[in-house]
């Protein structure tokens, strides 16, 4: 499944996405996440971004790739401001969205470098 131009590890973050999207994100849709955190609006977010990175793997298509890049981009923002907004930052969930932030521009990059 490799796609011409791009690193197999920006592939296989899709891959990871599509796993822990559909499968994490399905699970909380239907009201069986792991925590009272994961709500139905937790999980249509990460599984729109898993099936997102599903087309992008499946088509093979670069644009496809720069779009479930720039989705995983915008929710690690979402989570970091979320995660500043609060009374007590939670620092794992914050270290977690900055290190993930920077993996999904790294990505981006290497994405517009094969276009």
Same mark, same amino acid.
């Given at each position: 499944?490799?796609?011409?131009?791009?690193?197999?590890?920006?592939?296989?973050?899709?891959?990871?996405?599509?796993?822990?999207?559909?499968?994490?994100?399905?699970?909380?849709?239907?009201?069986?996440?792991?925590?009272?955190?994961?709500?139905?609006?937790?999980?249509?977010?990460?599984?729109?971004?898993? *099936?997102?990175? %599903? $087309?992008?793997?499946?088509?093979?298509?670069?644009? &496809?790739? =720069?779009?479930?890049? +720039?989705?995983?981009? /915008?929710?690690?923002?979402?989570?970091?401001?979320?995660? *500043?907004?609060? %009374? $007590?930052?939670?620092?794992?969930?914050?270290?977690? &969205?900055? =290190?993930?932030?920077? +993996?999904?521009?790294? /990505?981006?990059?290497?994405?517009?470098?094969?276009?």
């Amino acid at each position: 499944m490799k796609t011409a131009g791009i690193p197999i590890w920006v592939t296989a973050v899709l891959a990871l996405t599509v796993l822990l999207g559909v499968g994490v994100g399905g699970m909380a849709m239907l009201g069986m996440g792991m925590d009272a955190s994961q709500t139905v609006g937790w999980g249509g977010r990460n599984l729109g971004l898993g *099936l997102v990175a %599903a $087309a992008a793997i499946l088509s093979k298509n670069l644009y &496809a790739y =720069v779009a479930a890049f +720039v989705g995983g981009i /915008g929710r690690e923002t979402g989570d970091i401001i979320d995660s *500043l907004s609060g %009374a $007590a930052v939670n620092m794992p969930i914050l270290i977690l &969205a900055v =290190v993930m932030l920077a +993996v999904w521009i790294y /990505g981006l990059m290497m994405v517009k470098k094969a276009l």
